[in-house]
């Protein structure tokens, strides 16, 4: 049965960062499409960030994660993780992993097949 779990969430302070993993099982992560997803308060959900494959060149990014976003995979351990740094109060929600066989464009949410149970990101002085 393919699951995912997330981790990492918590409290923290503007310009601090956080890293949020994403433990996959059931299935080998490297060959799929990951997302990952932020949903506000009162707000729908949206992509943060993405990759087609564990290949970077494939990596996509939302305007507001540039230059302060990264999602590596560690394949031997089937993770993936969400680093964020410079974080500011926009960036509070909840955040979901979330894997497809494929899905271009990755940002798009409506195309994903398995999902974590999200991990709340508050960023608050």
């Known amino acids: 049965q393919p699951r995912l779990v997330e981790s990492g969430g918590g409290l923290v302070q503007p310009g601090g960062s956080l890293r949020l993993s994403c433990v996959a099982s059931?299935?080998?992560?490297?060959?799929?499409?990951i997302g990952w997803f932020r949903q506000a308060p009162g707000k729908e959900r949206e992509g943060a960030s993405c990759?087609?494959?564990?290949?970077?060149?494939?990596?996509s990014y939302a305007d507001s994660g540039k230059g302060r976003f990264t999602i590596p995979r560690d394949n031997a351990k089937n993770t993936a993780y969400l680093q964020m740094n410079s974080l500011n109060p926009g960036d509070t929600g909840v955040y979901y992993c979330?894997?497809?066989?494929?899905?271009?464009?990755?940002?798009?949410?409506?195309?994903?097949?398995?999902w974590g149970q999200g991990a709340q990101v508050t960023v608050s002085s």
């Open positions: 990759s087609l494959s564990s290949n970077e060149a494939s990596t």
């Open positions: 979330a894997v497809v066989g494929y899905n271009d464009p990755c940002l798009n949410h409506t195309g994903y097949a398995e």
């Open positions: 059931g299935f080998p992560l490297y060959h799929y499409t």
